[in-house]
């Protein structure tokens, strides 16, 4: 693992344990993982993904991370958010603003690790 992975794994662990805090401080009975793991999950490939390709052929890193982070937030958007609508669940409308918490959270977490990368390749 490169010195981005180490960093993406900070980044991911950090996020959990705040879930986790935030939901044990409020007192809540579930906490919405999924849209954690997918975050961590895609997140890994896409940084990996456009790495990879920068390596092979430099000044394709940001075109390839901008638009996997598009078609990574409409697919979050379709297997997370989607199913929820579907099943009617109840607690629909806090399980989405954490998708989405998770989100930005996420989003500006990678961002920090990508720009500190490319400024240190």
Known sequence: MRNWGFSLLLTYALWAMMHGMFFYVLDQDGIFWVGDVYWAGTGFALFGLAQSIENQKPGRFIPIYFVGGVVRM??????????????DAPDFRSAALQFVAAYIFVLIAESIVAINWIKNK
């Open 74 to 87: 409409i697919l979050g958007l379709g297997a997370v958010i989607l199913p929820l609508i579907l099943r």
